[in-house]
């Protein structure tokens, strides 16, 4: 079985926060931030079986500290645990105050992708081999995520059975 390095999906994104990317409260937007995440873990994902992917589930986004106008931001992603198809993809996300020049970490997410070949059916994808401890980390902890999204995604299947697909004004 192919594998690859953590490293080979690592890939980063700066950026700054613009007033038209923030809400009421003068901080960025978190749907904004949502799409960025979804966007770079995709990327990262797209990096690592160098097949085209599709998000399969946003198991969390977990905003730490709110970002500020005149902070920078910075997405870093990677490829933390691959199944047979899916890939885990974990987001850092970095504040940088653009005056003072102290880093937070602002929030973190974890995606997983699965994918795809040209008829849209899911393939293998290589295993990843963590190198540093913060890799190592986040792989011997993702089997324990794995199970919980699988229950997660279970769970949901049953929700939706109780769900209508109608409208009231229908």
Known sequence: ME?????ESRCYRTSRVFPTDVNNHNTLFGGKLMANIDDIASIAASKHCRKFVVTA???SVDFLRPIKTTDSVTLEAFVTYTGRSSMEVFVKVMTEDLRSGERQIAATSFLTFVALDDNHRPLEVPRVIPETEEEKRLHETAIKRAEMRKLR????????DYLTDTFPWE
């Not at 594998?3 to 490293?7: I, L």
């Open 3 to 7: 594998q690859r390095f953590v490293k």
């Open 57 to 59: 589930s946003t198991d």
């Open 153 to 160: 995604r279970e769970e949901s299947k049953k929700f939706a």
